[in-house]
Nanobody
Framework: EVHLVESGGGLVQAGGSLRLSCAFS????????IGWFRQAPGKEREGLSC????????YYVESVKGRFTISRDNAKNTVYLQMSSLKPEDTAVYYC???????????????????WGQGTQVTVSS
């Protein structure tokens, strides 16, 4: 059974940093790619970044490019999202999700991801 568990959220001041973790189980690293999404109150879920767990290709949406970095640790079955220069508008629940292949286009089609974690809250104060 596929499981994804996010952690690392919390409260941070504007300009600060956080590292989110997505620990997964139930599949091997080369079976699924991992994406990060977020959903702010009253807004639609937004794709942020994804990483190919087979070849390490990374994709970012423009709003986080240069501030967020996605990475993986094969030995720990974990994907990370390092977030820096955080802004109040980054406040949201952050989710990781898995699908067979992720490219930039799939960041705009969250319904294509069959497996999701429960989310972790990130709050950025001004």
């Amino acid at each position: 059974e596929v499981h994804l568990v996010e952690s690392g959220g919390g409260l941070v001041q504007a300009g600060g940093s956080l590292r989110l973790s997505c620990a997964f189980s139930g599949f091997t690293f080369d079976e699924y790619d991992i994406g990060w999404f977020r959903q702010a109150p009253g807004k639609e879920r937004e794709g942020l970044s994804c990483i190919s767990t087979s070849d390490g290709n990374r994709y970012y949406v423009e709003s986080v490019k240069g501030r967020f970095t996605i990475s993986r640790d094969n030995a720990k079955n974990t994907v990370y999202l390092q977030m820096s220069s955080l802004k109040p508008e980054d406040t949201a629940v952050y989710y990781c999700a898995a699908r067979s292949t992720c490219t930039y286009l799939y960041l705009h089609t969250d319904y294509e991801f069959p497996y999701w974690g429960q989310g972790t809250q990130v709050t950025v104060s001004s």
